[in-house]
């Protein structure tokens, strides 16, 4: 028998940006993710911006976390979160970014400022503490549920 239950996780999309051809960072923070109780959707590599929007539009997330190192990431992230902004589905929502966004070495110190302007919530140096993105994403308001699933034999 299936018995509906509701499925309580948060969904997050990962994405990184159009440029990057990076793939294990997105690998690493997929697992990382799933390991602390998220659902993740995971873009890939060379996203484009229209990719990520349409993304928001369909997956409907609870937050959203760009992954980019390689050293474009500061201009990309910029674009795209400026369109995101500019969507129904992604004005009020949680998007965080970090990696090697830039081409000046460690840290992103020199990037944050601008791009919380531009509209992140959140931007991590590349040698954070994984924790403190997934403590970041716990402190989040709780995620609604999404659908519908069956779980099977109760
Ligand atoms: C493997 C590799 C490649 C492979 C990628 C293969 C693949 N399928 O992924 C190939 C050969 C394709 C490649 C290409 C290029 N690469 Co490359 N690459 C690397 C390398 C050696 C390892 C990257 C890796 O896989 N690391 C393992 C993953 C798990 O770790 P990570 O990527 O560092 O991510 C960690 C952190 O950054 C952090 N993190 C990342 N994102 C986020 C997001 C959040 C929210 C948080 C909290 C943390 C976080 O957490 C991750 C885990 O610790 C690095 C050098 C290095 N040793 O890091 C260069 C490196 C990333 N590459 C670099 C460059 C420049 C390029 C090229 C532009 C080279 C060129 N001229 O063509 C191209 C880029 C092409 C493109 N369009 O993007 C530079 C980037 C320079 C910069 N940012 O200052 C690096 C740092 C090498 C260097 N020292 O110059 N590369």
């Given at each position: 028998?299936?018995?509906?239950?509701?499925?309580?996780?948060?969904?997050?999309?990962?994405?990184?940006?159009?440029?990057?051809?990076?793939?294990?960072?997105?690998?690493?923070?997929?697992?990382?993710?799933?390991?602390?109780?998220?659902?993740?959707?995971?873009?890939?590599?060379?996203?484009?911006?229209?990719?990520?929007?349409d993304a928001?539009?369909?997956?409907?997330?609870?937050?959203?976390?760009?992954?980019?190192?390689?050293?474009?990431g500061f201009?990309?992230?910029?674009?795209?979160?400026?369109?995101?902004?500019?969507?129904?589905?992604g004005a009020?929502?949680?998007?965080?970014?970090?990696?090697?966004?830039?081409?000046?070495?460690?840290?992103?110190?020199?990037?944050?400022?601008?791009?919380?302007?531009?509209?992140?919530?959140?931007?991590?140096?590349?040698?954070?503490?994984?924790?403190?993105?997934?403590?970041?994403?716990?402190?989040?308001?709780?995620?609604?549920?999404?659908?519908?699933?069956?779980?099977?034999?109760?």
């Amino acid at each position: 028998m299936i018995t509906p239950a509701r499925r309580p996780q948060r969904r997050v999309l990962l994405s990184t940006v159009s440029s990057d051809s990076h793939t294990w960072n997105l690998v690493f923070l997929q697992l990382l993710l799933q390991e602390s109780g998220n659902e993740v959707i995971n873009l890939g590599s060379c996203v484009p911006d229209d990719v990520i929007l349409d993304a928001i539009r369909v997956e409907r997330p609870d937050a959203v976390v760009i992954s980019s190192v390689n050293g474009h990431g500061f201009l990309d992230g910029r674009r795209v979160i400026k369109k995101l902004r500019k969507t129904p589905e992604g004005a009020g929502l949680p998007v965080m970014i970090g990696g090697k966004l830039g081409i000046l070495g460690d840290g992103n110190d020199q990037y944050s400022d601008e791009l919380v302007a531009a509209g992140f919530d959140a931007v991590f140096s590349d040698s954070a503490s994984p924790q403190a993105l997934t403590d970041y994403l716990h402190e989040l308001p709780g995620a609604q549920p999404h659908e519908l699933v069956g779980v099977p034999g109760t």
